[in-house]
């Protein structure tokens, strides 16, 4: 019987992921595949979708929609504005063809840890690293690999201090923030960059032994026009906005306990069940809106009449649709957690240690989750919505500090999220105009490498006795 429960979750999944790939939309099939599911395990099927889908979808959008609207209008302006292709053009363009890949690791990675969106980012800067891919006479199939490492990988997860949503979801659980676990997550960082980067250099060198060039593409191949673009140095100034903005609101600002009072005075239900929960999350907030205000002062000058405000408006659209497809995820795994099924899997996985620390037990909880949701943010706020109290209480048992769980969290939520389900994953293909089957395999080799890390981050913690 167990079994066969577990066979219905896997099925249930397996459609979702088909689904997604087919490039049907998951804010109305993850429900569908999610009911499905609790309906063949005995779970009614109404109070289910209103009651368990719906009220898990709408508490993720109620405490992330700010940071995902403000984040999208952020990377709107900095893209409409050129800034965000100033500084991709800039570091590509000074270390030109022979240093290819590295150029495009690092001007993904520079605008990500910027606090640019990542869609954003992979637009930015796809059209100069195709053209410098073809320069260099490099296959444009490793192109989507290379801007898949500076993004979506140590920049969004690893190094502290990250303004991007997979390292603030943490925080709202386990009253921890943005810079929790600095050693450990700049010691995974470089391991992964430098990993990373191996791997590419290895594809372009047998590549380039087998006489494989850059090919003959046609599906959006990039046309660098001679569109006068703003100078770099300016183009940063928001990108450092944020980022000092965020530490002061995370580390030097002494926020007010009582702060909340008046509002839970009303009687209205609070998420958050303390101040520290939501530090992390409000300074990211004031963080990216300092960061808009100031590129929309620099920036307008080089925008057309009526962009800047064009810019707001797609940017905040647009993130109703990147929240929406998140957030029906998050309902779809809760479901999915809430199952006969799945208990068994959680019996298997959250009694799990190295040593006797919880990160085990964390890591590979958090993976599973976020490879079922296709979600790193998603499977990482299942996770700890249904097990960090459990996780804390462990750590506080063995003598551990909240900041190694947030890291840790926070590394291992970028691990299998990145199936060939994974939206961010379809639209950077899309873009680079590349198939699964020409461009997925070294991203796949590079999440593999991401999963080695949470490994790498547990015997780190169990050598060196951080705590």
């Not at 703003?230 to 990108?239: E, G, K, T």
């Not at 209205?268 to 963080?287: C, D, E, F, R, Y």
């Not at 020409?438 to 169990?462: N, R």
Request: net charge positive; proline share 5%; hydrophobic share 55%.
């Amino acid at each position: 019987m167990e079994e066969l429960q577990v066979i219905g979750i896997i099925v249930s999944l397996i459609l979702l992921i088909f689904i997604a790939y087919r490039g049907y939309s998951v804010i109305f099939f993850a429900p569908v595949f999610a009911l499905m599911a609790a309906s063949a395990q005995g779970l009614p099927i109404m109070p289910t979708y209103t009651e368990l889908f719906m009220v898990k979808a709408v508490t993720y959008v109620k405490n992330f929609f700010p940071v995902f609207m403000l984040g999208a209008v952020f990377g709107k302006i900095m893209e409409e504005s050129g800034m965000a292709k100033s500084i991709a053009h800039a570091i590509i363009l000074k270390l030109g063809p022979k240093h290819a890949v590295m150029a495009t690791v690092l001007a993904a990675s520079i605008l990500t840890y910027g606090g640019v969106s990542m869609f954003v980012v992979v637009f930015a800067v796809y059209p100069f690293a195709a053209a410098l891919y073809k320069e260099a006479d490099i296959p444009k199939k490793l192109v989507p690999a290379a801007i898949f490492l500076g993004a979506f990988t140590f920049t969004m997860d690893s190094l502290p201090g990250s303004p991007q949503i997979q390292n603030i979801i943490p925080s709202n659980f386990l009253g921890t923030n943005a810079y929790s676990g600095p050693i450990l997550g700049i010691f995974v960082a470089i391991i992964m960059f430098g990993t990373g980067m191996m791997w590419l250099i290895y594809r372009v060198n047998k590549s380039r032994a087998n006489g494989e060039g850059y090919g003959n593409h046609t599906i959006n191949e990039p046309e660098i026009k001679d569109v006068k673009l703003p100078s770099w140095q300016i183009s940063l100034v928001p990108l450092i906005v944020v980022l000092v903005v965020n530490y002061i609101g995370n580390k030097i600002v002494v926020w007010d306990p009582s702060v909340l009072a008046p509002i839970a005075a009303m009687k209205l239900p609070l998420m958050a069940p303390g101040i520290k929960n939501v530090i992390a999350t409000w300074s990211l907030i004031i963080a990216v809106v300092c960061g808009i205000t100031i590129a929309a002062a620099v920036g307008y000058r080089g925008m057309p009449k009526g962009l800047l405000g064009k810019a707001v408006n797609v940017g905040a659209i647009g993130s109703l649709l990147a929240i929406m497809n998140v957030a029906s995820e998050v309902g779809y795994g809760n479901v999915i957690a809430a199952l006969p099924g799945f208990k068994t899997i959680a019996n298997a996985v959250i009694g799990m240690s190295f040593g006797d620390s919880p990160l085990t037990s964390m890591a590979v909880t958090i993976n599973i989750l976020c490879g079922i949701t296709g979600s790193a943010s998603g499977g990482v706020s299942i996770a700890l919505d249904l097990f960090g109290k459990h996780w804390l209480e462990w750590a506080a048992a063995v003598n551990m500090s909240p900041d190694i769980l947030h890291r840790v969290a926070a590394i291992a939520s970028g691990g299998l999220d990145t199936g060939p389900h994974n939206g961010a994953i379809i639209t950077l293909l899309a873009v680079c105009g590349m198939t699964h089957r020409q461009s997925y395999p070294d991203i796949f080799a590079i999440t593999i490498l991401k999963v080695a890390m949470v490994g790498i981050a547990l015997a780190f913690v169990a050598i060196f006795g951080i705590a």
